[in-house]
């Protein structure tokens, strides 16, 4: 019999990964491999690695097979993958045991039941999208004031301050101010270079 190798995945850095580590100590992960991206991504490294150490009789656990897979069509594919290999996959929130065929027959039915709620979120954003488009709203950041911009850059260029404490004093952020700086420093060597 091999080992049980973990896997856990949260979609952002700032989320915490303690619930899923838990688990997978509890039921007797030898080796844990993480990663902290969406599972829309295929860059992800932990699962490339688990992938790469995983033999013959290990069984690969997850939480919830939604932290295993991008999509349904991903999910099928890794699950055949990795029977392939020999080794099995077991998911705690699902308790489903993928030697049984009425095992395999559920995991598909959860693999179509995540690929839905996909679908329905996808679905429902593009839906809100559309919806503030028709009253005239574009969505993302509101525009940062331009006014307020060129006062926190003559600020910075004219006194001791730092950028932090200016775009404190300006209400303007970091990241604007300091691609508005670099515009401005752009739009200057043109003109210098036309002049």
Known sequence: MGDKVGYARVSTREQNLDSQLDQLKAVGCT???IDKASGVSANRPGWLELMGYVRSGDTVVVAELSRMSRSLLHFLSTVQELEKMGVQVESLRENID??????RAFMGFMGVIHQLELDLK???AAAGRASAKARGKTG???RTDQD???QARILYENSEKTAVEVCKIAGVGRRTFFAYLAEAKAKAGITAAVI
């Open 98 to 103: 993928p030697s049984t065929a009425t095992g």
């Open 31 to 33: 080796k844990i491999f």
């Open 148 to 150: 307020k911009l060129e």
């Open 140 to 142: 993302g950041r509101p």
């Open 122 to 124: 996808a679905e429902r």
